[in-house]
């Protein structure tokens, strides 16, 4: 059975999705994602979108999702790679994603990532490290 | 009657030639000067119509232009029309062309038909109406070449009217000219995203000071594009509202709430710069 890989960078899990997501896929890479956030402790998600042409409802629902369950366990998400038509039909279908931080890319979503961790060590949240 | 259409065949192949001349003389009577090349260009045109005509009208029996016998007919006279458009004939010139055979065709039907007046006269109803057809077939021709143009027109002015500018790196600043309807905002919308990926820009400030109206939709183009900005990871503002504009937006019931608004397009930069981490530093020059 195929599973999303995540991969480990730093104090962040990388996630790349490149095939067609369907229920189980998504109810597994839940599964995969929140066990790798407690055991790394890491806190910070970045999911790669950018192979993705479509993306429906269904998907917006799973990265609100996800983004919903990592901040339970201390970690922000950031989606990336968003490509312009994707971009549009989600905003025409009034599937504004919000909670979800995008950023264009890896790299930009990175600095997103460490400009919400800084944020989130100066209010003091607890047990997050440097 | 079967037999008739093709006394119509016989009269254009037997007078061809006499048909010819005498076309073109008319043709030239109502027609500015043509240059020399112009004038080889409808004798070739005028002889080649005359040939698919006496073609089709030889094949049918009916005269009935939309069946499948005419269709070169048919072509001929798209092609001709659309050539005409654009090398900025009139529409009445344009049909003129076809207009004009009538006299010569109905002196060839004369001398052909000689004293028989009742067969003289079906024959050149027969004529008129065939030509008729063909003039109109012509006319609408014409027409569409013309909206072809205009239609093609407004494609480009619609692309030309949609700029995004790099105001500095990683800000770009898009100024909409002209009423936002759904169309142009599809336009906008991509240009800005693709120009979003293209130069990795953090922030897009859209001026509105050229938009006339702005009513609900309008607005909902621009919460739409600010919206698709931001899940590309860019900062959307939107600048050059005008004090009509802010007191309709307020009246309409419209929610901005979500979005940073500026007056002007100086603001929305400056704050873009403070935000992207920019100092400016005024040197006083003496």
Known sequence: MERIPILKMGQYLLITIQVDMHDRLAIMLQEDLTEQIVKHRSHG?????????????FIGRMLGSIASMARLLDAETVVVGMQPAVAITLVELGLSMTGVRTALDVEKGMVVLRTALSKARRNGAPGVEV | MASSKNKLAEVLDKHEQKIATGWLERQASRMRRLSGAEQQEVTRQ????????????????????????????????VDFSAARAKG?????????????????????????????????????????????????????????????????????????????????????????????????????????LDAIVKSRSDFAIIDITGVPVVDTLVAQHLLKTVAAARLMG????????????????????VDLSDVI???????AFALTLRRAGFKMVHEQKD
């Open chain 2, 234 to 253: 860019a900062e959307c503002m939107i600048s050059g509202i005008r004090p009509q504009i802010a007191q309709t937006i307020i009246h309409l019931g």
């Open chain 2, 88 to 192: 900025g004939y009139s529409s009445s010139e344009t049909a003129f062309f076809i207009f004009s055979m009538k006299q010569p065709l109905f002196e060839a039907l004369r001398s052909e038909i000689g004293s028989d007046s009742d067969t003289l006269a079906a024959e050149t109803w027969r004529a008129t109406e065939l030509l008729d057809s063909l003039g109109l077939l012509t006319t609408e021709a014409f027409q569409k070449t013309r909206e072809d143009v205009i239609s093609r027109q407004q494609h480009e002015l619609l692309e030309l009217s949609t700029p995004v500018v790099q105001l500095w790196d990683g800000i770009l600043a898009l100024p909409l000219i002209g009423t936002l309807d759904s169309a142009r905002t599809q336009v906008v919308m991509q240009n800005l």
């Open chain 1, 45 to 57: 998600v970045l999911i790669d979108i950018s192979a993705l042409e479509m993306v429906d409802s």
């Open chain 2, 46 to 77: 005028s002889r080649e119509f005359l040939k698919v005509v006496k073609t089709a009208a030889q094949g049918d029996g009916t005269g009935d232009v939309s069946s499948a016998t005419w269709n070169p007919v048919r072509e001929f006279l």
């Open chain 2, 261 to 267: 608004t500026k007056a002007t397009l100086a603001d």
